[in-house]
C-alpha cells in the first residue's frame, strides 16, 4: 500500500523492453561510422520481416504524425481527390493533414465507437472513380475499434487510388498481410508494439505508391521518401538519426523475431479478450463491441460517474496509468492498453485494482469477478484446465 510502483497502462508510450532500454546506453556512437550502418541496415531488414513485406520500409525521425504526413506531401498533389474515413480522433487527424495539404476530401464519417465499412469505401470509390487513395486507421487508438483493412484493401486493389493505413497501434496487435492485402503505405511508430520510447516512425511503400511519388508535386523537405529510402538502403538517415531509439529498436526487434510477429499479435488478442470478459463480468459496458481490436479496450464508465475518476484512481491508489478517452469522449470511457511488453500478470493487477476503484466510487462490485474471468481465459488459452483434468 505504501509502496507503489510507476505501471504504463496506455496506448502509447507502452511499457519498454528492459534489453532495448539497456541498449539506448550505448548510443555515443557516431552515425556515420560502418558500426552504425551495420545496426541501420539491421533495423530496417527486420522491419520488413516482421511487417511481412518485400516493400521499401523508410524511418523517420519523428512521431507516428511525422510518418503521417509524410504518405500526404510524398504522394499526392493539391487538389488530389482522396477518400478520408474516420471514426475518431484519429481519423480527424487524417483529415487535418489532408486539409493543410490542399486535397480535396470525400469524407466517410461515422460515430466515435463505430467503423466504416468495407462496402462503404467500395460506394465512395463507385462515387469517385478519380480518388488518388484512401486514408483509414487499421486500429482506431481513441475508441479501441478495428477497421476491416483486409476486405477495403482487396477493393482498393482494383483501382487507381492507394490504400494508406495508420496501422501505429495495429502493427503487433492485428493481422496485416501487407502485399497480399493492397496496402500500399503501412505506418507504425517505435512506442506501441514495439516496446521502445516515443521518437521514431517508418512506414512501408508499394510499387504502386512509389508510382504516385513521380507524379506527386507537394512540397517536402524533411520527410522525402524518395531521398530517405536510398539513404537507408546505403545504411544511413538523410539526417542525424536518433541513434538511441535505433539501438533500441535493433534489440526490440530481436526479440520481436525470436517471439514471432504471429505471437505477439495473438498475446494482445488474448490480453483484449481476457479485458473484455473482465469488464462484462463487473457489469461494464464495452464501447466499441461491434468490431473491438486488440491494441486497447475502450470500457463506458458506469452511469453517473465520469471516467476521470477511474483514471484518477488507477493513478493515486496503485501508480497506475491507463488512459481517458479522447475528444468527444473525454470523461465518458476510460482505455487499457495491451500492445507490445504486457502479459497476463500485468492484467490480473490492473482488474484486480479497477475492483477496488469502482467499489471505492460506489459502484457494487463482487471482488474477485472480473480477475477470475482473465485467469478463465488465461486457463483456457494455456490448457491449464485440461492439464488439471488429466
Known amino acids: 500500500m505504501h509502496i507503489k510502483k510507476t505501471r504504463l497502462l ?16 550505448a548510443s555515443d556512437l557516431h552515425h556515420r561510422t560502418q558500426d552504425f550502418r551495420n545496426v541501420y541496415k539491421a533495423v530496417v531488414t527486420d522491419l520488413k520481416e516482421v511487417m511481412g513485406t518485400s516493400y521499401d520500409v523508410v524511418p523517420f525521425v519523428a512521431s507516428g504524425s511525422g510518418a503521417m504526413e509524410a504518405s ?17 480522433k484519429f481519423g480527424e487527424r487524417w483529415q487535418s493533414i489532408a486539409k493543410a495539404y490542399g486535397l480535396t476530401q470525400v469524407v466517410v464519417q461515422k460515430e466515435y465507437g463505430q467503423v466504416v465499412t468495407p462496402d462503404e469505401v467500395e460506394a465512395a470509390l463507385k462515387a469517385n472513380p478519380d480518388a488518388r487513395g484512401v486514408f483509414i486507421q487499421a486500429s482506431e487508438t481513441s475508441t479501441g475499434a478495428m477497421h476491416n483493412i483486409e476486405a477495403m484493401g482487396k477493393t482498393i486493389a482494383k483501382t487507381d487510388a492507394i490504400f494508406v493505413v495508420d496501422a501505429i497501434t495495429g ?25 521502445i520510447p516515443p521518437g521514431m516512425a517508418f512506414l512501408s511503400v508499394s510499387p504502386k505508391a512509389w508510382k504516385h511519388n513521380e507524379t506527386s508535386k507537394l512540397p517536402r523537405f524533411y520527410f522525402n521518401l524518395k531521398k530517405e529510402a536510398a539513404s537507408a538502403a546505403a545504411g544511413e538517415s538523410s539526417w542525424t538519426p536518433n541513434t538511441s531509439l535505433i539501438l533500441a529498436l535493433a534489440e526490440a526487434l530481436k526479440y520481436i523475431k525470436g517471439i514471432g510477429m504471429d505471437k505477439l499479435v495473438e498475446n494482445a488478442q488474448l490480453l483484449a479478450k481476457a479485458t473484455r470478459h473482465s469488464a462484462t463480468a463487473l457489469g461494464l459496458e464495452l464501447f466499441a463491441p461491434s468490431r473491438p481490436g486488440s491494441s486497447i479496450t475502450s470500457i463506458k464508465a458506469p452511469a453517473g460517474m465520469d471516467s476521470g475518476k477511474i483514471v484518477k484512481g488507477f493513478k493515486e491508489r496503485f501508480g497506475m496509468i491507463i488512459a481517458n478517452g479522447q475528444g468527444t469522449m473525454q470523461g465518458q470511457i476510460f482505455r487499457i492498453a495491451h500492445l507490445g511488453y504486457f502479459d497476463f500478470a500485468d492484467l490480473f493487477a490492473v482488474i484486480g485494482s479497477l475492483e477496488v476503484i469502482l467499489s471505492a466510487n460506489g459502484y457494487p462490485v463482487e471482488f474477485g469477478k472480473g480477475v477470475t474471468a482473465v485467469q478463465q481465459v488465461y486457463a483456457e488459452a494455456a490448457g491449464v484446465n485440461q492439464a488439471v483434468k488429466a
Open 72 to 88: 500526404v506531401s510524398n504522394l499526392f498533389s493539391q487538389g488530389d481527390k482522396v477518400i478520408v474515413c474516420t471514426a475518431g
Open 10 to 25: 496506455t496506448p502509447g508510450p507502452t511499457p519498454l523492453y528492459p534489453p532495448a532500454l539497456h541498449a539506448m546506453m
Open 171 to 195: 502493427l503487433g496487435t492485428m493481422p496485416l498481410k501487407i502485399e497480399d492485402w493492397g496496402l500500399d503505405v503501412v505506418i507504425g511508430g517505435s512506442q506501441k508494439a514495439f516496446m
